[in-house]
C-alpha cells in the first residue's frame, strides 16, 4: 500500500495527463486520437534518454564528475565545481540526468553539513533548470517547441544564450554565501569506464541525435539505430528510459488535441493568449510544470519565441514548475537527517528571487 501511495506521489504529473486526456476523449470523440501524438518529439525523447542512460551505465558521468572534485578542496571550490559540471552537462544530457548524476555526490560531500546541502542542492538544480535551456535537447519542452515550431537554429540561441548568462552570474553570485569550509568527503579514486568500445558506439548515436535534431537526418532512422544497437550491446538500457515522461507527452498531446477541437475553449484560450504568451507560459508552468504548459501553449499561439522563453524560466519558481526540479527533491528526501521543510523554504526562497530577476530581464531586454 505504501508502494502504491509513493508511485502516486512521484507520478503526480503523469496521472493528472491520463486523467485529462481520457476527460477529453469523451467530449471529443474521434476514431483515431494517435493523430495528435508528435512521434518525431517522442522518439527522439526515447533515442536522447536510451543514449545518454548508455553514458551513465557504462560509467562516463561518474568518471567525469569524480575527476573533477577531486581536484576541490575547499566548501566553495566543490559548489562551483558542482554548479558547473551540472549547469554545462545539462545541455546535453538533459536537466533531469544532470541532477540524478550530480545530486547524489553533493549528498556525498555536504551530508554532514546539513544547511550547506540544502543550499547547494537547491542552487545545483536552478543551475540544472537553466543551464539545459541553452540547447534544443537540453530539457523535453525545447526539444518540443523546436520541432513544433520549426525554430532557426541562430534564432534559437539568440533567445537562450543571454538567459544562460544571466542566470549563471545569478547563481555564481548566490555561491558567494556558502561557507568556505575544509572538506573531507571527496572521492578518494575516480571511477573506471565499464565498456570504452560501447561508449565510443553511444557517442556516435548521440552526434547522429544531434544532426536529427536540426534536421540534417531523420528521427525515424536514428530511433530505429538505437534500439538496433541498446538490443545487441545493452538490453537492459530499455530500463532506463523514463517511459513515464514520454507517456505524460502522449498524454498531454491527445489532451491539447482534443481541446483545439473544442470551439468555446479555444476561443477563450486564444483570447487569453494573445499578446501574453511570455506571461501565461510563465505562470502556467508554476502550477502544471514547464513540460505540458510548453505543449498546450503550442495549440494556441504561432509565437514559439515568447513560449520557449515563459516555459524555460517558468522552470524556476514552484517546486512542481519543473520535473527536474521534483527529481532533486526526491533524491534529497532519500538522503540521511533530511530537512523537508527547511529544504521547501529555501528552494521556495531562491527560485522565486530568480525568477523575478531573469524574468524580468528576459521582458524587458529580449521581449520588449
Known amino acids: 500500500m505504501q508502494k502504491i501511495s509513493e508511485w502516486f506521489k512521484n507520478e503526480a504529473v503523469l496521472i493528472i495527463s491520463a486523467v485529462a486526456a481520457g476527460i477529453s476523449c ?10 495528435y501524438i508528435d512521434t518525431d518529439t517522442i522518439g527522439m ?57 550530480f545530486v547524489p555526490l553533493t549528498i556525498m560531500v555536504f551530508g554532514k553539513m546539513p544547511s ?18 541553452l540547447t534544443p535537447v537540453g530539457n523535453p519542452q525545447n526539444l518540443y517547441l523546436y520541432n513544433a515550431y520549426n525554430m532557426e537554429t541562430a534564432a ?26 575544509k572538506l573531507e568527503n571527496t572521492p578518494e579514486k575516480t571511477a573506471e569506464i565499464e565498456a570504452p568500445s560501447y561508449v565510443v558506439v553511444y ?25 538496433v544497437v541498446v538490443v545487441i550491446m545493452e538490453p ?44 501565461v ?3 502556467l508552468s508554476q502550477v502544471i510544470s514547464n513540460v505540458p504548459a510548453a505543449v498546450m501553449m503550442s495549440a494556441f499561439t504561432e509565437n514559439g519565441r515568447e513560449v520557449l522563453l515563459g516555459t524555460d524560466i517558468g522552470g524556476l519558481g514552484t517546486i512542481i514548475a519543473s520535473l527536474a526540479s521534483l527529481i532533486s527533491f526526491r533524491i534529497y528526501n532519500s538522503s540521511e537527517n533530511n530537512q523537508k521543510g527547511r529544504f521547501m523554504a529555501v ?22
Open 281 to 283: 507560459s510563465l505562470v
Open 203 to 227: 557517442a556516435m548515436l548521440f552526434v547522429l541525435a544531434l544532426l536529427s535534431v536540426f534536421g540534417f537526418v531523420d528521427t525515424l532512422a536514428v530511433f530505429a539505430s538505437v534500439c
Open 116 to 133: 550547506q546541502l540544502i543550499y547547494v542542492t537547491v542552487l545545483q538544480t536552478a543551475a540544472a533548470n537553466m543551464g539545459s535551456m
Open 236 to 279: 537492459k538500457i530499455f530500463s532506463k528510459v523514463d517511459y513515464s515522461l514520454l507517456l505524460t507527452f502522449v498524454f498531454f498531446f491527445i489532451f491539447v488535441g482534443n481541446v483545439k477541437n473544442i470551439t468555446e475553449i479555444q476561443k477563450l484560450m486564444n483570447e487569453l493568449v494573445s499578446g501574453h504568451e511570455f506571461e
Open 26 to 35: 469523451m467530449f471529443v470523440p474521434v476514431t483515431d486520437y494517435t493523430q
Open 45 to 101: 525523447l526515447f533515442s536522447l534518454m536510451a543514449i545518454v542512460a548508455g553514458f551513465k551505465e557504462n560509467g562516463v558521468l561518474d568518471k567525469m564528475s569524480g575527476a573533477l572534485m577531486k581536484k576541490a578542496g575547499s566548501a566553495r571550490i566543490m559548489v562551483l565545481v558542482l554548479i558547473l559540471i551540472t549547469f554545462f552537462s545539462s545541455m546535453l544530457i538533459t536537466n533531469d540526468v544532470a541532477l540524478i548524476t
Open 347 to 368: 528552494f521556495t526562497a531562491v527560485n522565486v528571487i530568480m525568477l523575478v530577476v531573469v524574468g524580468a530581464f528576459a521582458k524587458i531586454v529580449l521581449i520588449g
Open 156 to 181: 534559437f540561441f539568440k533567445d537562450t544564450v543571454p538567459v544562460c548568462a544571466v542566470s549563471l552570474i545569478l547563481i555564481l553570485i548566490m555561491t558567494a554565501f556558502v561557507k568556505n569550509d
